[in-house]
């Protein structure tokens, strides 16, 4: 199975998409997750992405797509499947990542939407902010986050309700609930 999650920060993508590739044991990717990890480890591409996710500006999508080109080609990918989360994020991610499919004949069966109001968004990421400390979770990284999921994120969505993939997921609610909201669509 390949699946595309797709929501707002806060949304509860990176949450739902661990449970889900565990369930169905496909390759979670994760964009922000990797970009973490290498500025942790003070990478070169770690270095160059920090001081793009610290402001809650995408990373430029050269970073990104050569990222996702490599973990595509894993063996597990093409045997198993694979979950994306949080990528692609604008028009010019989704294309690339339409001819990078197309060339390895392993298109997307589902694209996953999970809706949350702002509100609620904002008061997640700060609550987080208090546990966790992520530098990209105040509240002013947090409203440009959410400015630029809506001015370059959202546009895919309509992009891919053209192929008709999109599935549309109320975000509100237990972690349980959601999830078996999502199981209820895949299979
Ligand atoms: P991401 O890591 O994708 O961060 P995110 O949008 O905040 O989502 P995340 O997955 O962490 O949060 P979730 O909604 O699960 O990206 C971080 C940064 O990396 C971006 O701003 C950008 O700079 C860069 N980046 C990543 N991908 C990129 C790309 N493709 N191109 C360019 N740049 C890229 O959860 C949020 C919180 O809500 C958690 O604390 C969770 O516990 C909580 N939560 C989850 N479900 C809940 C529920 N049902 N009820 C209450 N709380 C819930």
Redesign the pocket.
Same mark, same amino acid.
């Given at each position: 199975m390949k699946l595309v999650f797709i929501?707002?920060?806060?949304?509860?993508?990176?949450?739902?998409?661990k449970i889900v590739s565990m369930k169905y044991n496909i390759q979670h990717i994760?964009?922000?997750?990797k970009?973490?990890e290498n500025i942790k480890n003070g990478t070169l591409i770690g270095k160059k992405?920090e001081s793009?996710?610290s402001?809650?500006?995408?990373?430029?999508?050269e +970073?990104?797509l050569d990222m996702?080109k490599d973990i595509l080609n894993d063996n597990s990918c093409k045997t198993n499947g694979f979950l994306l989360? &949080?990528?692609?994020?604008?028009l010019n991610?989704k294309e690339e990542l339409d001819k990078l499919l197309k060339k390895m004949n392993m298109p997307i069966d589902k694209v996953i939407v999970?809706d949350v109001p702002e509100k609620?968004l904002v008061e997640?990421?700060l609550?987080?902010a208090e546990?966790?400390g992520?530098k990209?979770?105040t509240k002013e990284v947090i409203e440009n986050?959410l400015r +630029?999921?809506n001015e370059s994120t959202k546009p895919i969505i309509d992009s891919y309700k053209k192929d008709n993939l999109v599935h549309f997921i109320n &975000?509100?609610?237990?972690?349980e609930?959601?999830s078996k909201k999502i199981f209820d669509e895949i299979s």
């Open positions: 929501g707002p920060p806060g949304a509860g993508k990176g949450t739902q998409a994760s964009t922000g997750d970009l973490r992405a793009y996710t402001k809650g500006e995408l990373v430029p999508d +970073i990104i996702i989360d &949080g990528f692609p994020r604008n991610q999970i609620e997640r990421l609550l987080r546990k966790e992520r990209d979770d986050r +630029i999921y &975000g509100l609610g237990s972690v609930e959601i």
